[in-house]
Each structure stands twice: as C-alpha cells, then as structure tokens.
C-alpha cells in the first residue's frame, strides 16, 4: 500500500467553520495552462486625479464634493445595496417562494489620500489608521445593525471599479448567509467542546506550525487547512476577541505591522499588485450585541485569485461552482511559499 | 406607507434547494460601471487544428491519438483532478483537522468534430446525441460512483481553455458539497410536504408564469426565484424523473430542441458566444441507487456571468464571498429580457 502523502494524492477536507467541504488534488498543478490570462496591470494610476470620485476634493456622482481629507475618509456609497428602508415583501404565500426585508447602509473607506498607494506601500501608522477607522464604523453602524461586513476589493480581477485604495462596510439588518453559517458552527463547537472554535484552532496550528504564514505577538496568519482559494489565508487574534472595537491599542499597532508583512510577501509571490477580496468577522452587533457571543472569534479571511503567475488565477467554474471547491496545491505548500517570501516589498528594493 | 416593488426595494430571497439566501437589490443597475471589461473575443477559431488535443486525429499530451470521430467523443481527462486510486489520509486526529479519500475519473467529451461551433449552432439531431452521450456517460460512471458530475465551462470568462466544444465529466466516491445540500432539501421537503420539492416547484412557475422563459411539452426552463447569476436558469423536465438516463427518446429530442432555443436566446441577449457553466444534477447513483431516491428531480443549472453586456459581467466578490449573494436586476426582469429575446440565433440571420 502506498502512504498517503497530501501534495500527491487527492483527498477532501472539511471546513468546521463554514461546514463546507474542498477537493485537494495537488497533482493538477502539473497540467498546462491554456486558459485566459488576465490582461496586464496599469501601473500608472496617478496620484491625484480630480476626476476620480474617492480622491480628496472631487465631486461624486451626487454632487458632494471630498473634503480634503489626508488621512482615511469614510462616506456613503452612492450606488448602495442597501438603503436603510425598504417595505417588506410582505408574508410567504409559499414556502418555496419566502422573501424577507433587507435594511441596511454601504459605505466607501478610503485608506489614503493617494491613489497610487496600496495598504503594503502604506507606512504602519498609516495602516493603523485604517484600523482604528474600522473599529469606529463597527461601532457606529454596529449599535443599529446586526452585521456590519467590512471587505476590500483590490485589483480589476476581483472587479474593483476604482484603483484608489479603499474597502467598504455594508451592514444590514439580517445576518448574511456565511455570517449565519459561521454563527452555528461556532455555537455547535463552543457547546461541545467548551471553548471557542478558531481559538482551539488557533492553538492547533500553532503546535502544527505547517500552515503557519506570520506570528506576531498579538496575531496569527496561517493559510487554513480547509482553504479553498491557491493562496488564501486566516489572520486571527491569540488572545480571545469578539469584535474590531475591543482590540487594544498594543494589538491594533502590531496588526498593523503584520498586515503590512502579509500583503508585502501576497505582492511579492508574483511581483505584482496581489488581488484578494478580504473581510472582517466577528461577533453580530445591534440590539442583540448584549447576549452571549463567546463562541466567536474576531478574524479575518483573504481570498485571493492568483494561482500560477500575476495573469493565471484559479476559476472557481463548473465542478466548483455546481459540485465542490477543488484546490491545485495543498494548504501546506502555499503557506510553506508565502513564509520564504521576504518581508521587504519587491518594488521598495533594498537598502 | 410605500408598497413593496422587487424592482425597486431591495430583499432578501431564500433558496430551498441549496438552503442559501441571496441579496436582491435591483436599484443597483443604475450605477455606472467603471470596472474592468472583459478582452474582445476572438472569433477566428479554425475548424479544424492538429495541435488543438480535442480535435479528431489530434495527439493528446499523453501520446494517445484521438480518433476522426465525427460526433460525441469521450475520453479520459489528462489532467484528472480525481483519479481512480489514492490512499486514504486515514483516521482524523482532531475534529477541526478532517480529511477524507477522495477516488474518481475525470472525463472530458467533446461535442463535435468541429472547434467553430457551440451548441447552439449545432443541429437538434446533433444536440440529442451528446445528451444520449450524456446519458450513458452517467449510467456507466454511475455504475460505480455515487455521483456523476456532468458539466460544461463555456468560454474564456468561464475558466474554460479550450474553444473547441466539449464539457467534463467528474465522477467521485462521494457525494459533493452542493450534492449534498440538494439531497438534505429534497428529502426534508419531500417527507414534511409529500412530494419532490422541484416537482412542486416547476409546477408553481407554470402557474405563476412571471419567470418563465421556454416552455415545451416535455420541458421548462426559468430563472429560479432565488437565483444568483443575472441570467441564470434551471432546466426542468415536467415528469417526474430521476437521472439522465431515465429520459425517453421523445424527451431526448424536445430536451435537444428546448436547449438549443435557450443557448439561442443567451447568444442572442448580448450577440456573443454566451458563457457560462452548466451542469445536471440527479439522484445518487453507485452501490446506494436502488435506494429510495423518490425526491429528487433530474435538472440543469445555468450560471452564466455576463450583466451588462458581452464584456461587462458581473463580479461574485468582496461582499458576496464573506457575506451573501447579491444581485443587480430581479430574476422577473432576467426572465422578461430572455423571454422576448428571438429563437433564431443572431449569427444564423433571418430568412
Ligand atoms: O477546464 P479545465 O482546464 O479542466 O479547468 C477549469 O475547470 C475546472 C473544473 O470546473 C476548474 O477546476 C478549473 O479551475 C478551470 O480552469
Ligand atoms: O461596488 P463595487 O466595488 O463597484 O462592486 C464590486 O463589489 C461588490 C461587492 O462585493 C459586488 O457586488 C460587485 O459585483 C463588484 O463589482
């Protein structure tokens, strides 16, 4: 009988916090590549460009103009998803028809005042703006909704309409479906086990140190065991943390520290400005923020598409998308490359 | 008080097959789009090219020659993300690190002889045979395997590397994730309500009418109530039927009409090759297929991407990867466009 070894024989694994399951078949990374290649990156975003709506003192499709602002700026997107009232569809007449109201507000963040800057090309103070700045719109729109869902969109390929560095906050009045999935599985482990789902997982990885990325005082980055995209990865809290705001000052400085060291080695794997959607989880909010949320764990995921070079990314198409997520190289590997990236941002050079 | 528009009011949409939700907010579509536009499609693939390993007569990357087939042709994917035999990685040692066997064929069948055409530029007679293929490609997989995944990635946008028309067949000593989730809402909606969940579904559409698309003795096709994708579609038979190969011959046939008359329609919305990835999906097969498998309905999905026009789709990220599905136009709307859309394709120009 041959062993079993994960890089060469394909096997399913399981994600316990979104209950979901992946298809690892390492082995495929040796096919050829055919398939579309992106097209190649702008690298010339002008810094300031009055015609640009996210940069400080133009004018935005309704007509308010930006502030100057210079350091982060938060304000309503103009195109939302969701306004803060809307009638109700009214009750079910079916239970395979059932529609329900949805309320809730988005906004745009910008990180910086420049637009040809990205979070790893921002100085740690700067990044640390950034997260103070969401930890107050947690606060804000956390104190009327049940989720606010922070993420960032970067690069054209995860259809990011405009360069200037920015994420957005959507909250809403329900729980969104991942939101939902994570709340049970967080709740099912904690009333099994006894303690929260990621911190055990957290400790685990740190024992098993094969899928560990960064570790910091404060903070984890590990790409986990049940990832579905080549190079995603989990950054999480050592300590036991529900939600954004409760971080410590200590904690906000050394993740911004390690943000920075997490998107300088995802540029540098490629040498390109590295695509991702990412976004914070924690505990829900509203008028429920009072009850008993022990079972989560503040965290935030990376997604990012590239699987091959700065053009090839994995599709997430057919098999994936109408049977099951299916993966080219194991976790193992890709966090084993992402440790041997430097620190240093391939376009700052070396002194 | 202002009454409820889908149109007009975002919601929420609940989807009973896969137990997931959808954000719809069609007030959406009035916002510009400054994203990234897809590269122009070449159209000048050559009907025939020796290199191209889906061709008749071609040399596959394995050495093998295919045959001048001048139909369907299958055969065995050379780059297999499951292959017939690999170890199991054995028993878990922890409930967050689960990992399972995973054993399987991967099939690739190729359409037609020809790489210059798609399906819907095939004959009616052609397009029965590859659903005939599709039909003992399941009944022989299925021989052995609880599941037979039967799909089609549909140009460059889709993942799919290869022009020339083929679609894949991945068949696996388990039943896949979504697979999963359709068995659990069949079988709990067929034991509370007493009939198949997608029977009584198809039904309802037929008498509400508002998404239908095609209609035809045998067949339906419409935009789900909670569907995710701007266009997307299910293909129902009206009987009750299992699996593929239950299908009789007249069925075959009109299911051969109906599908041409829908991939018609989808090149016609935006006059190009319409992408998209589809799959069937049908009651469990393998050891277990002689088991009660009475919920569940044969059906096809089709997920294609385009929203705006042949080059602007729509993007599944940042919110929709944390959080929940969002989407721009309501499936009422989607099904209105494709219903006026004509039944001659764009390319074959009226008499
Ligand atoms: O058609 P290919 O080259 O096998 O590959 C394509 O379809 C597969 C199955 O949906 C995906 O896993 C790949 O990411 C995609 O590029
Ligand atoms: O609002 P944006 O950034 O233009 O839009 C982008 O992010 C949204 C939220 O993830 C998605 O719904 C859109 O499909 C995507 O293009």
């Not at 969104?176 to 685990?204: C, K, N, T």
Request: negative net charge.
């Amino acid at each position: 009988d041959t062993a079993f070894r994960a890089s060469e024989h394909q096997h399913i694994r399981y994600n316990p916090l979104q209950d979901e399951w992946v298809l690892v078949s390492a082995h495929r990374m040796k096919r050829p590549w055919q398939g579309q290649v992106e097209p190649p990156l702008l690298n010339t975003v002008p810094r300031h460009d009055p015609h640009n709506p996210l940069c400080p003192g133009a004018t935005r499709a309704n007509g308010e103009v930006n502030p100057h602002y210079d350091g982060t700026f938060l304000f309503d997107n103009d195109f939302p998803a969701l306004q803060p009232d809307a009638p109700s569809p009214g009750p079910s007449d079916h239970p395979l028809f059932q529609a329900e109201a949805a309320r809730g507000v988005c906004k745009v963040m910008c990180f910086h005042p420049w637009s040809d800057v990205t979070l790893p090309l921002m100085s740690v103070p700067e990044i640390r703006a950034v997260i103070d700045a969401w930890a107050s719109v947690t606060e804000e729109l956390g104190a009327q909704y049940p989720w606010v869902q922070i993420f960032e969109n970067k690069g054209a390929m995860m259809g990011c309409s405009n360069p200037h560095p920015h994420c957005q906050v959507w909250a809403s009045s329900f729980l969104p479906d991942v939101a939902q999935r994570e709340e049970r599985s967080q709740r099912a482990y904690q009333s099994q086990h006894g303690e929260p789902l990621l911190m055990e997982y957290g400790h685990q990885e740190l024992l098993r140190k094969e899928r560990l990325v960064l570790t910091s005082e404060h903070w984890l980055v590990l790409v986990p065991f049940w990832a579905v995209w080549p190079f995603q990865t989990l950054l999480l809290p050592r300590r036991h943390v529900r939600r954004l705001p409760e971080l410590t000052p200590t904690e906000r400085d050394d993740l911004a520290s390690i943000m920075k060291k997490l998107l300088t080695k995802y540029d540098n794997l490629f040498e390109t400005s590295f695509p991702y959607s990412m976004g914070w989880h924690g505990a829900p909010t509203g008028s429920e923020a009072g009850a008993n949320w022990d079972h989560w764990q503040l965290h935030a995921h990376y997604y990012p598409p590239l699987l091959r070079s700065a053009t090839v990314r994995k599709f997430m198409v057919g098999y994936e998308m109408l049977a099951q997520a299916q993966r080219d190289l194991t976790p193992e590997q890709a966090a084993e490359r992402l440790r041997a990236l430097p620190e240093v941002h391939y376009c700052l050079g070396q002194k």
